[in-house]
């Protein structure tokens, strides 16, 4: 197997050369295709995951029908590394929005690199530090902000990875039903459906021919966020 998905991580850099050979040897790859899971929060955490191509959303299923999205991911990015260092399970859960490639690495290797390669554990506990900052932010968002806060959060993510520039204002060029955005953000149908009537009439976003969403003043959506 060919080393350059292990080479995308960036705490590959710091690593040692015989480091370096161990991961790379241990490399397995990773085909998903869309919609398929990644990784279900309660499974065991054997391995991480560096993915080299794709989009994945992480989020908590908190019932059968409700959920809360914590972030969008895009490669070159990893996932697992928390919960395998700790050697615990999947806390969360992460689906496939876009067929993803990139390769594992199983939990063991991982720990015997920290344990022997100083360097590459210093890296590695960057890299947990900046994912922690994230999480707090989203957690924040899960036990504080009301229905409208937590759409226009959800709504950005997604133009963050999939927005594309238009006449009309920034397309999200992926299907976002009311249904499926109630589901990601842990709230009623009839909550999502007042909370877009509301941006919409405030001219924040409309909804196009082709059923995406417009948002047409990025700025505006972001201050709601800090405000």
Known sequence: ?????????????ACAPDTRQRLESAAQPLHIPAGDPLLT???????????????VRVFHALA??????VKLLRAPNSAGLVEVVRGTRWVASIEALTPLEGVRIPAA???????????FASRVLAD?????????????????DGCERRLIRVLLEYAEHFGRPSPE?????????????????GAARRSVDRALAALAEQGLLTLSSKGWQVLHDVEALRARLLS
């Not at 929060?41 to 989009?55: C, F, K, S, Y």
């Open 41 to 55: 929060a309660g499974e065991a955490a054997d391995a991480i995951t560096l993915l080299t191509e794709g989009v």
């Open 64 to 69: 059968e029908d409700c959920q809360f999205t």
């Open 128 to 144: 947990i530090a900046a994912k922690f900052e994230g999480t707090i932010h989203a957690s924040r968002a899960m036990g504080f």
């Open 169 to 185: 204002g920034l397309v999200i060029r992926y299907a976002l039903p009311r249904q499926r955005l109630a589901l990601e953000i």
């Open 1 to 13: 197997m060919s080393a350059e998905p292990v080479f995308s991580w960036g705490v590959m850099e």
């Open 109 to 119: 290797v991982i720990r015997e690199a920290l344990q022997t390669d100083f360097a």
